[in-house]
């Protein structure tokens, strides 16, 4: 032990067993220890003995009661030297007299470093460590003391060094600070030496290491931490000049204005900025405990032109919240704690051009107690004020994918139309399932379960899923683009459909019942579109033609178990596909085409377009100026080659 205190444990059945400590001298004839009796104490010399006992087990501390300072002059109660105690402890465990467990420890303490003397004012001189090791000695840890394995220690004593001088540490941690380097000509550490390296050595004092040298001093800077603010209007001559489409929207403090969103993960973030022109509509689940407020109502908006505009916030109170909790566990009455939370939000912004010109809120409040899970909205609409009738203006002359597809009613009062898909809920069936829009550029696939009786009419089922499919498509013509304006023609499409094939046999009777074929189950929307151009590096793409089609099944009444049920489950299905097409038909091939495959360079082995391939600009090997220079030199040798080759050059030569 190396401290003033050791800890160790004696296992097994502590009663009737007592401990003792003793010190073993040496014999001094044989030099070996003597052996102890048990009939010790707790107490040897400076030395406490102290057990805790379990169960089991019971815990031995062997303990140092004695000052381990250095002496300084006329002091006493110190250790004269700086290795104060060297002792041999033995611990017995005895049960009467028969020893059960024996202990030797081998104690090797130095006095304590702490410093307590007059500290000098000459400050200590710390070599360059660029062109001198800055330690010597580097696994030297402890001071005043010997470090075991250290045997570049100072402090460690012949003695010492006798016990580790087998197993002292290497390298530069072992303090070979200035190892010779593999290119130094006395050095033989490596491997294969090669013949040329005695020519090219290097002879030079191992204090010229190429070890030094490793530190840089350079200047420090403090790092910045970037918050979500951006650098507008700070500067008192530069105002900010309005909001363009995907723009954050920027509030008084200079930060984004946020509403929860859902993120690419499927998870809603409460501080998602909101953009101009790119209106939302989310649902997001909580309950009581993780429930956090937004942004405050009362945050103040810029508007684009530096000014700010304040928010017209209207409350309203939930009355049927079974429209919003999801879910509830069983707790009891008295036991439930409700808070009043934001079930929904509503926010209406007015644009003109590049500004906001005013903002509506509209905001639910309910009580959402404990257990309950509330399934929150958030909804942001952009409204023109350029707008006319009621319709609303958009500035993206073409769609983006994700959007809503624009749908109409061309020739009536009220042109707005919808095209839709399902969104099943509950147990699937068609009477609960609600529906959501057609988005642009997704695919999608959806559909619900139809009840259908054994005794049903063929012909009334038929009926029923075409009103059914026919219910999700409530227009008559679809917009080329998302800024479609209902009062110029051009702008939409007609949607071509092509009607389900309709029999006025009824099968189901007699003998078939429960049977009917050709029932138009399935609704098929191919959507063709096209990229007609680009605005701004952002290509434009337009609707060119819409097509609706139905796809028959045979429905037969599924009997189940014994044929109990009367009632049987019909799927129907609605399925959305967008098609890409080249803007313009390539050219169409000619009637005779001639195959040239003696000028083709995959088909024959020789290849006379790449003779000089090296010197065109499809070579990118080299650069071409590089290439360019050769050829040049290339060309001039083989002119000279020709000169000289002459007749009359040798005769020209000879005169």
């Not at 939370?341 to 500004?355: G, I, L, Q, S």
């Not at 038909?585 to 040239?596: F, M």
Request: glycine share 8%.
């Amino acid at each position: 032990m190396s401290g003033p205190r050791v800890n160790s444990f004696f296992l097994g059945n502590p009663s009737g067993v007592n401990f003792s400590i003793s010190l073993s001298p040496r014999d001094e004839e044989t030099g070996k220890l003597q052996r102890a009796n048990c009939n010790g104490s707790k107490r040897a010399g400076d030395w406490n003995l102290d057990v805790t006992r379990g169960m089991n087990s019971s815990k031995v501390t062997v303990s140092l009661a004695r000052n381990l300072e250095l002496c300084l002059p006329n002091a006493t109660d110190c250790c004269p030297s700086p290795l104060c105690v060297v002792e041999t402890l033995q611990v017995l465990a005895c049960h009467g007299s028969v020893v059960l467990a024996q202990l030797l420890i081998q104690a090797e303490i130095f006095t304590n470093s702490s410093f307590t003397g007059n500290v000098s004012e000459n400050a200590t001189i710390i070599p360059n460590q660029a062109f001198q090791p800055l330690g010597s000695c580097p696994c030297n840890l402890t001071a005043g003391a010997c470090d075991v394995r250290c045997c570049c220690d100072l402090e460690c004593t012949p003695d010492l060094k006798q016990l580790f001088s087998g197993s002292c540490f290497t390298g530069v941690f072992g303090g070979d600070v200035n190892p010779p380097f593999d290119q130094l000509c006395s050095s033989q550490s490596m491997e294969y030496t090669p013949e040329w390296f005695p020519f090219l050595c290097v002879q030079s004092s191992l204090d010229n290491t190429p070890f030094l040298g490793y530190f840089y001093h350079g200047s420090t800077s403090t790092p910045k931490v970037p918050s979500f603010t951006i650098p507008l209007q700070t500067s008192p001559g530069k105002l900010f000049t309005g909001y363009r489409q995907g723009d954050p929207i920027i509030t008084e403090e200079n930060e984004y204005f946020t509403v929860p969103q859902r993120s690419l993960a499927g998870q809603c973030v409460g501080n998602a900025p909101v953009a101009y022109l790119q209106g939302f509509d989310v649902k997001c689940l909580t309950n009581l405990a993780s429930y956090r407020e937004g942004l405050p109502h009362n945050v103040r908006i810029n508007s684009g032109t530096a000014d700010f505009i304040q928010q017209n916030v209207i409350y309203r109170t939930i009355t049927d919240r079974g429209r919003f909790i999801t879910g509830s566990e069983n707790l009891h009455t008295a036991e439930v704690l409700c808070q009043n939370v934001t079930f929904a939000e509503h926010y209406t912004f007015a644009w003109k051009e590049e500004n906001i010109e005013h903002i509506n809120v509209t905001v639910f409040l309910g009580n959402l107690c404990d257990g309950e899970i509330l399934t929150q909205r958030f909804t942001v609409k952009f409204l023109s004020l350029q707008s006319t009738n009621g319709e609303e203006l958009f500035e993206n002359p073409g769609y983006e994918v994700g959007k809503p597809v624009r749908a109409a009613n061309i020739n009536t009062s009220d042109p707005l139309g919808s095209l839709n898909i399902w969104q099943p809920a509950g147990r699937g069936l068609c009477a609960s399932a609600t529906y959501t829009p057609v988005l642009f550029g997704v695919d999608s696939y959806s559909g619900c379960l139809l009840e259908v009786g054994i005794n049903e009419d063929c012909s009334f089922l038929r009926g029923n899923v075409t009103e059914k499919l026919n219910s999700l498509i409530q227009a008559t013509h679809i917009g080329k683009r998302d800024n479609s304006s209902y009062s110029d023609r051009n702008d939409w499409v007609e949607i071509i459909r092509v009607d389900p094939f309709n029999s006025d046999t009824n099968v189901s009777i007699g003998s078939f019942k429960g049977f009917c074929p050709d029932i138009p189950a399935n609704l098929n929307i191919h959507i063709i579109y096209a990229e007609v151009g680009a605005v701004e590096g952002i290509p434009l793409e337009h609707i060119l033609a819409v097509q609706i089609s139905y796809s028959t099944v045979t429905w037969q009444f599924q009997c189940g178990l014994g044929c109990r049920n009367s009632l049987s489950f019909l799927p129907i299905t609605a399925s959305v596909q967008f098609i890409k097409v080249p803007a313009q038909p390539p050219p169409p091939r000619t009637r005779y085409h001639r195959i040239y495959e003696e000028f083709d360079c995959d088909r024959n082995d020789l290849c006379w377009q790449q003779l000089f391939y090296p010197f065109t600009r499809f070579y990118t090997g080299e650069p071409y100026s590089q290439c360019l220079a050769k050829g040049l030199l290339l060309a001039f040798l083989v002119l000279l080659a020709a000169i000289m080759s002459n007749p009359w050059f040798s005769a020209l030569w000879k005169r």
